[in-house]
């Protein structure tokens, strides 16, 4: 059974950086793609990163570009969601996701792609 904790989530002034971090347990990172996605008050959840499972590729949603950056871990099972700069926009609840058997150097980007979710990691950005 796979199972994803994320952690890394709290409050934080607009202009301030966190790292989200997911733990993964029950398998290994080989044909896993991994993402990230965030659900606001009212909002749908929505896509924010991903990652190949080999680590080759990488995409973002265009309001996080040059601020966020995924990353992932192999040794120790973890992947990472680096956010610089943040902005109020930016306030959810953010939740890892992994996709089993994943082409090799591909992201995958919506909801549906995914099989194992998290129970997410609330970020509050304050002005």
């Known amino acids: 059974q796979v199972q994803l904790v994320e952690s890394g989530g709290g409050l934080v002034q607009a202009g301030g950086s966190l790292r989200l971090s997911c733990a993964v347990s029950?398998?290994?990172?080989?044909?896993?793609?991994m993402g990230w996605f965030r659900q606001a008050p009212g909002k749908v959840r929505e896509f924010v990163a991903a990652?190949?499972?080999?680590?080759?590729?990488?995409y973002y949603i265009d309001s996080v570009k040059g601020r966020f950056t995924i990353s992932t871990d192999n040794a120790k099972n973890t992947v990472a969601l680096t956010m610089n700069s943040l902005k109020r926009e930016d306030t959810a609840v953010y939740y890892c996701?992994?996709?089993?058997?994943?082409?090799?150097?591909?992201?995958?980007?919506?909801?549906?792609?995914?099989?194992?979710w998290g129970q997410g990691t609330r970020v509050t950005v304050s002005s």
């Open positions: 996701a992994a996709r089993r058997n994943s082409r090799r150097d591909y992201y995958y980007g919506t909801v549906e792609d995914y099989n194992y």
């Open positions: 029950g398998r290994t990172f080989t044909n896993y793609a």
């Open positions: 990652i190949s499972w080999d680590g080759g590729s990488t």
